[in-house]
């Protein structure tokens, strides 16, 4: 079956310094892959999302992420974070052969200190 | 706003009781998920359907049990509650029509604690 990792439970950060997220899955066939962030007390909502062509994606909010294929990875990268970025961070895999269910890593926790 | 609802909000209840969570998609979105968020075990995945047909099935107890209407909605039925059922409970919701990376949707959520 198909599974999730994030490498990093909880990172702490002060404003303006880089910020870069691990995930890692384990599938190797064709794979949708997303990030979803979720601010206190609030739902998961979409960063952005990778499903062909440039494996470097832009979302919002100044976040990018990178589908490396040989490393079963999509790495989630801000260059310099805000407070307002403090949030949980989900990365979250869709395998063509696997349905339509999803399947969510762990989670990571950013503090932004200001 | 996503445009996926979620009622109720908050639920209280005791062990052993049973309760109905509701949600709507967004409108047009023929497939519903749930989901279950605690603090524990994350955020898992526990159902999905796609136009009234269940089409995922993920960690659901046999004691959990959902539907999806003619009208789109869906609701999940947790039955004989325990403490540890306390926990967020997502929907979320996405037009599939055959292409598998579109997103979801997420609703706002429904916090259950049973005491």
């Known amino acids: 079956a198909q599974s999730v990792s994030q490498h990093n439970h909880h990172v702490i950060l002060s404003e303006a310094a880089s910020l870069e997220l691990g995930c890692n899955y384990s599938y190797g066939g064709t794979v949708n892959l997303f990030w979803y962030v979720q601010y206190p007390g609030q739902h998961l909502q979409l960063l952005l999302k990778?499903?062909?062509?440039?494996?470097l994606v832009k979302g919002i909010k100044g976040f990018e992420a990178e589908f490396i294929k040989s490393k079963f990875s999509f790495n989630l990268r801000k260059p310099s974070v805000q407070w307002s970025d403090t949030a949980e961070y989900f990365c979250?895999?869709?395998?063509?052969?696997?349905?339509?269910?999803?399947?969510f890593g762990p989670g990571t926790r950013l503090s932004v200190l200001p | 706003d996503s445009g996926v609802t979620q009622t109720p909000k908050h639920l209280i209840t005791a062990t052993g009781q049973r309760v109905t969570l509701r949600c709507s998609p967004r409108?047009?979105?023929?497939?519903v998920y749930w989901y279950q968020q605690s603090l524990d075990q994350g955020l898992q995945f526990l159902i999905q359907?796609?136009?009234?047909?269940?089409?995922a099935k993920g960690n659901i107890l046999e004691r959990f049990s959902a539907q999806q209407f003619p009208d789109l909605h869906s609701e999940l039925n947790l039955s004989s509650l325990e403490l540890g059922d306390s926990a967020l409970y997502f929907c979320a919701s996405s037009d599939l029509a055959g292409r598998s990376y579109n997103e979801q949707f997420f609703g706002p959520g429904t916090r259950l604690t049973v005491l």
């Open positions: 990778y499903f062909s062509g440039d494996p």
């Open positions: 359907y796609y136009n009234g047909e269940e089409r």
């Open positions: 409108s047009g979105d023929l497939s």
């Open positions: 979250a895999v869709n395998a063509d052969n696997y349905g339509q269910n999803f399947v």
